[in-house]
């Protein structure tokens, strides 16, 4: 864990390889957020790398929400999704219940291109397999959007594990 002074007095290098994790496989958020730094707050480092993230062009939109992991997969899983998928119990799934979520899954890129992604941190796996099941309903237009916010959660639970002294709001 971090403390913002910790933070502040990182190496541009060392804030992109340390910080940039929060963003799965995406490091570039922390480098494009990089000018902000100092920062004066959580907060502050936090929105700003969500409004870099929202800035950016949909190739690299799209190559953040791609970097994600299918929810229920049992392959390829950084550190922090494992722990986030074992919390909402992705990791203990019948065979049944892990044919169903790839079957979901798959319907889920086939038609928006990226993986279905949410913040499962509080979540079980039942209210999961509803939100995928009800989002996939969605329009390209309004899922790039809750995926992207989707997105800016995890950021934010991950930002408070590996920042000491901040309370989660």
């Given at each position: 864990?971090?403390?913002?002074?910790?933070i502040?007095?990182?190496?541009?290098?060392?804030?992109?390889n340390?910080?940039?994790?929060?963003?799965?496989?995406?490091?570039?958020?922390?480098?494009?957020?990089?000018?902000?730094?100092?920062?004066?707050?959580?907060?502050?480092?936090?929105?700003?790398?969500?409004?870099?993230?929202?800035?950016?062009?949909?190739?690299?939109?799209?190559?953040l929400?791609?970097?994600?992991?299918?929810l229920?997969?049992?392959?390829?899983?950084?550190?922090?999704?494992?722990?986030?998928q074992?919390?909402?119990?992705?990791?203990?799934?019948?065979?049944?219940e892990?044919?169903?979520f790839?079957?979901?899954?798959?319907?889920?890129?086939e038609?928006?291109?990226?993986?279905?992604?949410?913040?499962?941190?509080?979540?079980?796996?039942?209210?999961?397999?509803?939100?995928m099941?009800?989002?996939?309903?969605?329009?390209?237009e309004?899922?790039?959007?809750?995926?992207?916010s989707?997105v800016?959660?995890?950021?934010?639970?991950?930002?408070?594990?590996?920042?000491?002294?901040?309370?989660?709001?």
């Amino acid at each position: 864990m971090y403390t913002m002074l910790d933070i502040n007095r990182m190496e541009r290098h060392e804030f992109i390889n340390k910080i940039g994790l929060v963003f799965e496989h995406s490091p570039w958020v922390a480098e494009v957020s990089w000018y902000l730094h100092p920062f004066e707050s959580f907060e502050e480092m936090y929105n700003g790398m969500i409004e870099e993230m929202y800035n950016a062009n949909t190739s690299l939109k799209l190559s953040l929400l791609r970097a994600h992991p299918d929810l229920g997969t049992k392959f390829d899983l950084s550190a922090s999704s494992k722990e986030e998928q074992k919390s909402a119990g992705l990791n203990e799934l019948t065979e049944e219940e892990f044919k169903e979520f790839t079957k979901l899954n798959r319907m889920y890129v086939e038609k928006f291109g990226f993986p279905f992604i949410l913040a499962v941190k509080g979540k079980g796996k039942e209210e999961i397999k509803l939100q995928m099941r009800t989002r996939i309903t969605n329009s390209y237009e309004k899922e790039l959007e809750t995926a992207l916010s989707e997105v800016s959660k995890i950021a934010r639970f991950r930002l408070f594990d590996l920042v000491k002294g901040v309370i989660p709001s």
